[in-house]
T-cell receptor, first 114, second 109 residues
Framework: NAGVTQTPKFQVLKTGQSMTLQCAQD?????MSWYRQDPGMGLRLIHY???????DQGEVPNGYNVSRSTTEDFPLRLLSAAPSQTSVYFC?????????????FGAGSRLTVL | GQNIDQPTEMTATEGAIVQINCTYQ??????LFWYQQHAGEAPTFLSY??LDGLEEKGRFSSFLSRSKGYSYLLLKELQMKDSASYLC??????????WGAGTKLIIKP
């Protein structure tokens, strides 16, 4: 049971480049989400999904796109990278998005935009 | 606005007890979580409180007072491996998680 798998672990981009962060979970979780973590700040929600075919914006969605074509996969696309998107990105999933449902996090992806 | 406050950093001695406080102001309340995050790693779940009172889980306990907008995480018999950041998160009325910036706990021998 792999849990939540994120790739790549590290990435360096130039301003204006695009890329996709991959996230896959094998726990049959309905809820999946993407966070960014910056020094001195709490985790901030970028986008989330409550099931295949359903996505919604979080607190900081600008510059990012997501899709959820299957229950397992939830990729995050950076359309035109900017230095402000330098951060550590975490994908997280849970059985559902409410109550006591606990998030399981991927190992994180450290992105640097030059 | 919504806000979660935690101390930025705390230092404690191996074998001792430490209490990490979290105060929150959110639009509604649907539970409070504590996560542990070692440097360079992902957060992992520690505890969940939705009713007032103390939840004990081994060396870790978490307390909640909804009327005061306050929680604490109590770590007993500290070990060097407890050196980590501790994140407080509240689920608001829209069931979104609001996260504190985390408390970095340094354990000294």
């Amino acid at each position: 049971n792999a849990g939540v798998t994120q790739t790549p672990k590290f990435q360096v981009l130039k301003t204006g480049q695009s890329m996709t962060l991959q996230c896959a979970q094998d726990m049959n979780h309905e809820y999946m989400s993407w966070y960014r973590q910056d020094p001195g700040m709490g985790l901030r929600l970028i986008h989330y999904s409550v099931g295949a075919g359903i996505t919604d914006q979080g607190e900081v969605p600008n510059g990012y796109n997501v899709s959820r074509s299957t229950t397992e996969d939830f990729p995050l696309r950076l359309l035109s990278a900017a230095p402000s998107q330098t951060s550590v990105y975490f994908c997280a999933s849970s059985k559902s998005g409410d109550g006591a449902n606990v998030l399981t996090f991927g190992a994180g992806s450290r992105l640097t935009v030059l | 606005g919504q806000n979660i406050d935690q101390p930025t950093e705390m230092t404690a001695t191996e074998g001792a007890i430490v209490q990490i406080n979290c105060t929150y102001q959110t639009s509604g309340f649907n539970g409070l979580f504590w996560y542990q995050q070692h440097a360079g790693e992902a957060p992992t779940f520690l505890s969940y409180n939705v009713l007032d009172g103390l939840e004990e889980k081994g060396r870790f306990s978490s307390f909640l007072s909804r009327s005061k907008g306050y929680s604490y995480l109590l770590l007993k018999e500290l070990q060097m491996k407890d050196s980590a950041s501790y994140l407080c998160a509240v689920r608001d009325s829209n069931y979104q998680l609001i996260w504190g910036a985390g408390t970095k706990l340094i354990i000294k021998p």
